[in-house]
C-alpha cells in the first residue's frame, strides 16, 4: 500500500466519521451512529484488503461489540483473522503486511489470528472469547469459514456452564466496582448497572436458545412488557451516554469523570438549581437508570437460573397463608399477592428477617413487588398496620441491612419514605463523602449493626458495650436513616432532617424520650466529631461546653455510636484510629463531667500534677529530680497536656533541661492509633517550619500540633502523627524519626537563610473540578492574648507546611493546632500568638499571605518574598 494510497484512504475515513458524528448532533440517534460508524469502518477495512489482502481461504470476521454491529467514536476495532489451515510463510508476510497497514491508517485494532481449532480451544478456557465468538461477524474473504466456526462453537456451548461462568464474571467485575452502581464516578459500560449487565442477560438469553434480540426475548414469558420497554429505554439511554464521554473525552472514556460531569450536564441541557449543580442532578439521573438495570439484571438473571436449573427448586413449602419457599428463596401464594394486599410489600421483608434459612427473594416475588411499588401512595403510609410492620424491620435482630438494602433496590423504602426518595442518588461534592446520600445513609446503618456483631466487638470494643447495654438500640437506625435525608434542600440539613425525624416518630408512635432521642441525634450529629477534631480536650472547659449539649449519658452514648458510624461511612479515607481515640477519649471525659462539677482551673492543674508525679514515682525518680524539669514550665503548659504525656515528657528531659542539641523522642499510641513526637529545642523562628519540613518530606500526616515555649526559652513542641497510606510498622517509624529528625533539626538552615519553599503537591482531581474556596477565620481568644485561626480548604501534599512558612514570616507564634483531615478537605484550626495580629495592616496582610498559600497556584509576589 503506497503512502498516497494511505493518505487518501485515511482522509476519506476520518471526513466520513466527521460526517456521521454531525449528523447524530443533529438528530441524537444513539443506535444509528453506532452502525453508521460501524459501516464506515467496515468499508475501509475491505478497502484495505484489495491492497493488503488475506491468507489463501481465509476470512475477516468482526467480534465483540464491532461484531455485534456497534462500534463507539473510540472503541477498539476487534476483528478476527480465521485461517483455514495454519499459516505458511507467504501467509505470514500477508498476515503481517494486513496488520501493519490497519496500524498505519490509525486503526485502535484488537486482532486475533486463528483456525477453528485454535477458537474451539481457546473459547473452552476463557469465557470472555466464547463471548465475543457468539457475536462473530462476516467482513470479507471466505463466508463459509466463519459460518463454520459459529455451528462448532454452538455445538459444543453448554448453556447451563455458560451462565455460570457469566455470573462468576459479573460478581468480579461488580467487586471490581466496590458492589455499587452509586460511586462519585462510575464506569457507564463495566460499574453494577451499566451497559455491560444488560449485554450478559443478552448473551445467556442467545446462549440458551431463549432470544437473540431485545425483541426476541421480549415476546417471551421471561420479560413483561413494561420490564422490556424499561430494558430498551435504559440501553438506549446508556448507549447516548458512552457515545458523549467518547466525544466530550476525544478518546475511549467510560467513565463518568468528575472532569467530564459538568460539560456532559452541558450536553444534556441541565441547569443549576438553587442548591444544587447541574452535574449533580445528571449524576441523579445517572443513578436512577443504573438502579432500574440493577433492579432487572437481578430479577432476570434470577428468572434465567431458575429456567436453567429447574431441579434446584427445592422442597416447596409453605410459610404461611401469604408466603411460601421455593428455590429456598422467599415467594408468594398468589402471583398477585401485592396487587391484592399491598400489606405484603413489607410483611416479605419481615418474613425475609424471622428466617435465616432464606437466601432471598424469588424472581417472582421481586418482579411483582417492582411493579406494585406504586401502590405505595399516602393511604399506604398512613396505614398503621404498615407503620407497624416498618418498626418491626427496623427491630429485628437479624438481616435490617440486607431488608433495607433490597428496599432500596426495588425502590420500596424511597416510596415509603418521600423524603428519602429525594436523596436517592443524590452526589456529595464536599471532598469527604465518597457515596451518595443514600448509599452513605445505608453505610451508617451497616456500621451501626457491625457493633452489635460478636464478631465485630474486637474491631468496636466501646461502641461494642455501649450498644449491648443501650435499651432500644433499633432507635438508631432511625437516626441513622435521617441524619443526612434533608441534604440537597439548602438550609442546615441537621436542623431539617430534625423536622422530618420528629415527624416520622409521631407517625410510628414513638413515645416522647424515644423522639426526644431521635431527634437530638439527627439534630447534634455533627456535634461530637466537630469537639473531638477540633477543640482542646485537654481544656476542661471545652469538655464541659459539650456535655451541656449531650445532659444525659444515654443521649452521650447514642451520639458516640451514631457519630463513629457516620465517620466510617462517609469514605475509607476519613477515618483513622486516631480518630478513633479522640472520640473515645470525648467520651470518657464527658461522662466524667455528667456527673462532676463545673471545671475549677486551679482544681484541674491540681489533678493533672498529682496524676503525673505518681506515674513519674513508678518509673523510679524522685521527686526533686521531676522540680528541676517542671519548674521551668507554665500553667499553660500543664492545662495543655495530659498526666501521660506530663511524665512522658519529664523522663526524657528531667536531666536534660538545658540541652544545646534537639532532642527527639517518639512512641506509638495505643493500637498504632498514631505516632506521638516530642520535640526539646533552643528556640527558633524556623523550628516548626524545619519540624514540618521534616514531616512533609516523609509523607506523614500531622494531625495535632501543640506548641510550648518554657520560661528559659526553649521550645517544646508534640506532634501527633499519622504514617503514609498503608504503612502500619509504628515501632520501626519512631526510631526513624527519632534519629532523622534530631539529625534534620541540627543541620537546619541559620535563621538569616532563606526557607526553601514546599514542593506544592497536585489536587485531586475531584478537588479542582469542585473546589472549595480557601476561607481563613481570625478570632480573638476572649480567654488570653491568642487568637483563633480557622482554615478550610481543598487538601494536597506540603499544605501545612506552606502554611508554616507564612507563619514564620510574619513572626506568629504557634501555641496549638488542630488538624482535621476529611477526604479532599481540610479543616485545620490554629491557637496563634504574634505581635502583627494586634496591627489591623499587618493582620490583613497575614490573612491575604494565608489565602494564597491555601489556593493552588500561590500568587508570585509571596512566592518571591518567601
Known amino acids: 500500500m503506497t503512502f498516497a494510497h494511505l493518505h487518501s484512504l485515511r482522509d476519506t475515513y476520518t471526513q466520513k466519521r466527521h460526517n456521521v458524528i454531525e449528523s447524530y448532533r443533529r438528530h441524537l440517534r444513539p443506535e444509528a451512529l453506532l452502525t453508521a460508524l460501524r459501516r464506515v469502518t467496515d468499508q475501509t477495512l475491505r478497502e484495505i484488503l484489495k491492497t493488503a489482502p488475506l491468507p489463501r481461504d481465509a476470512a475477516l470476521a468482526a467480534v465483540g461489540g464491532y461484531g455485534r454491529g456497534e462500534l463507539y467514536p473510540y472503541s477498539d476495532i476487534d476483528v478476527l483473522i ?103 464516578e462510575p464506569n457507564c459500560k463495566e460499574a453494577p448497572g451499566g451497559l455491560r449487565d444488560l449485554m450478559v442477560l443478552l448473551w445467556i438469553a442467545q446462549a440458551s436458545g431463549i432470544g437473540q434480540t431485545w425483541r426476541e426475548i421480549g415476546q417471551t414469558d421471561l420479560v413483561t412488557p413494561s420490564e422490556y420497554r424499561a430494558l430498551r429505554r435504559a440501553e438506549l439511554a446508556f448507549k447516548r451516554l458512552r457515545i458523549e464521554l467518547h466525544l466530550l473525552a476525544g478518546r475511549r472514556e467510560d467513565r463518568l469523570l468528575f472532569d467530564l460531569q459538568p460539560s456532559l450536564a452541558k450536553v444534556y441541557g441541565f441547569e443549576a438549581t438553587r442548591t444544587r449543580r447541574p452535574s449533580e442532578l445528571l449524576m441523579q439521573r445517572y443513578y436512577w437508570a443504573a438502579r432500574v438495570v440493577n433492579q432487572l439484571n437481578t430479577i432476570l438473571m434470577q428468572t434465567f437460573e431458575e429456567r436453567l436449573f429447574p431441579e434446584t427448586r427445592g422442597e416447596w413449602r409453605a410459610l404461611d397463608d401469604d408466603f411460601c419457599v421455593a428455590y429456598n428463596r422467599l415467594d408468594t401464594q398468589l402471583p398477585d399477592a401485592f396487587e391484592r394486599n399491598p400489606t405484603l410489600l413489607l410483611r416479605a421483608f419481615l418474613v425475609m428477617q424471622e428466617h435465616a434459612e432464606l437466601t432471598g427473594l424469588s424472581a417472582q416475588v421481586m418482579r411483582a413487588m417492582w411493579h406494585a411499588r406504586r401502590l405505595i401512595d399516602t393511604q399506604f403510609r398512613r396505614n398503621p398496620i404498615n407503620r407497624y410492620l416498618f418498626i418491626q424491620i427496623l427491630q429485628q435482630p437479624r438481616g435490617i441491612v440486607h431488608a433495607l438494602r433490597r428496599m432500596t433496590l426495588l425502590n420500596i423504602l424511597p416510596r415509603y419514605l418521600p423524603e428519602f426518595r429525594k436523596i436517592v442518588g443524590q ?21 451501626i449493626r457491625r457493633f452489635t456483631m460478636p464478631e465485630h466487638a474486637q474491631e468496636y470494643p466501646l461502641a461494642s458495650q455501649l450498644i449491648a447495654d443501650m435499651e432500644r438500640p433499633w432507635l438508631l437506625y432511625i437516626a441513622a436513616l435521617y441524619h443526612d435525608i434533608a441534604k440537597g434542600r439548602g438550609g442546615d440539613h441537621s436542623e431539617l432532617g430534625a423536622r422530618d425525624v420528629r415527624r416520622f416518630c409521631k407517625n410510628h408512635n414513638l413515645d416522647k424520650d424515644d423522639t426526644a432521642l431521635v431527634e437530638f441525634l439527627v439534630r447534634e450529629h455533627l456535634t461530637m466529631s466537630k469537639f473531638a477534631q477540633k477543640r482542646d480536650l485537654t481544656d476542661a472547659q471545652s469538655v464541659h461546653e459539650f456535655a451541656r449539649y449531650v445532659k444525659t449519658e444515654r443521649q452521650l452514648a447514642a451520639l458516640y455510636l451514631l457519630t463513629v458510624a457516620d465517620i466510617r461511612g462517609t469514605s475509607p479515607k476519613v477515618w483513622n484510629s486516631w480518630k478513633g481515640k479522640l472520640l473515645e477519649d470525648l467520651y470518657h471525659l464527658t461522662l466524667e463531667a455528667l456527673g462532676g462539677a463545673q471545671p475549677d482551673t486551679g482544681t484541674v492543674l491540681a489533678q493533672r500534677k498529682q496524676a503525673a508525679s505518681s506515674e513519674i514515682r513508678l518509673m523510679g525518680l524522685r521527686d526533686d529530680a521531676r522540680d528541676t524539669f517542671w519548674k521551668v514550665l507554665d500553667v499553660a503548659y500543664f492545662l495543655r497536656h495530659d498526666a501521660s504525656e506530663i511524665a512522658w515528657h519529664t523522663r526524657h528531659l528531667y536531666y536534660r533541661v538545658n540541652a544545646e542539641t534537639p532532642i527527639v523522642k517518639a512512641r506509638v499510641i495505643g493500637q498504632n492509633q498514631g505516632l506521638q513526637i516530642m520535640v526539646y529545642a533552643k528556640d527558633r523562628p524556623d523550628l516548626f517550619v524545619a519540624i514540618c519540613a521534616y514531616f512533609d518530606q516523609h509523607t506523614l500526616s500531622i494531625q495535632d500540633a501543640r506548641i510550648h515555649t518554657t520560661h528559659h526559652g526553649w521550645a517544646l513542641d508534640s506532634f501527633i502523627v499519622l504514617l503514609p497510606s498503608r504503612d502500619t510498622d509504628y515501632r520501626s517509624w519512631a526510631s526513624l524519626v527519632e534519629h532523622e529528625l534530631t539529625d534534620a533539626l541540627q543541620k537546619a538552615l541559620p535563621n538569616n537563610a532563606e526557607v526553601p519553599r514546599p514542593v506544592v503537591g497536585r489536587m485531586s482531581r475531584r478537588s479542582r473540578v469542585f473546589p472549595i474556596v480557601p476561607n481563613v477565620e481570625l478570632q480573638p481568644d476572649e480567654n488570653s492574648k491568642s487568637w483563633r485561626l480557622a482554615v478550610t480548604a481543598s487538601d494536597r501534599p506540603g499544605l501545612l507546611y506552606s502554611l508554616a512558612q507564612v507563619f514564620a514570616r510574619h513572626d506568629i507564634n504557634l501555641q496549638m493546632a488542630k488538624v482535621l483531615t476529611l477526604g479532599d478537605r481540610v479543616e485545620d484550626v490554629f491557637i496563634i500568638q504574634g505581635d502583627a495580629l494586634e496591627h489591623p495592616r499587618a493582620q490583613l496582610q497575614f490573612e491575604r499571605n494565608l489565602l494564597a498559600r491555601l489556593s493552588d497556584t500561590p500568587n508570585p509576589a509571596l512566592a518571591h518574598s518567601l
Open 427 to 447: 452526589m456529595q461534592h464536599d471532598l469527604f463523602h465518597a457515596y451518595t446520600v443514600d448509599q452513605h445513609i445505608l453505610r451508617v446503618i451497616r456500621n
Open 82 to 184: 480465521l485461517l483455514a489451515h495454519e499459516p505458511d510463510s507467504e501467509d505470514q508476510v500477508r498476515l503481517e503486511k494486513l496488520v501493519a497497514a490497519l496500524w498505519d491508517l490509525g486503526f485502535e485494532v484488537g486482532h486475533s489470528v486463528r483456525t477453528i481449532e485454535d477458537c474451539r480451544r481457546e473459547a473452552s478456557n476463557d469465557i470472555t472469547v466464547e463471548t465475543a465468538l457468539m457475536e462473530c461477524r462476516w467482513l470479507a474473504g471466505s463466508k463459509a469459514l466463519p459460518a463454520q466456526l459459529a455451528d462448532t462453537m454452538a455445538s459444543q456451548r453448554d448453556p447451563r456452564a455458560f451462565f455460570q461462568a457469566k455470573r462468576s464474571e459479573m460478581q468480579q467485575r461488580h467487586a471490581r466496582h466496590q458492589d455499587t452502581p452509586y460511586a462519585l
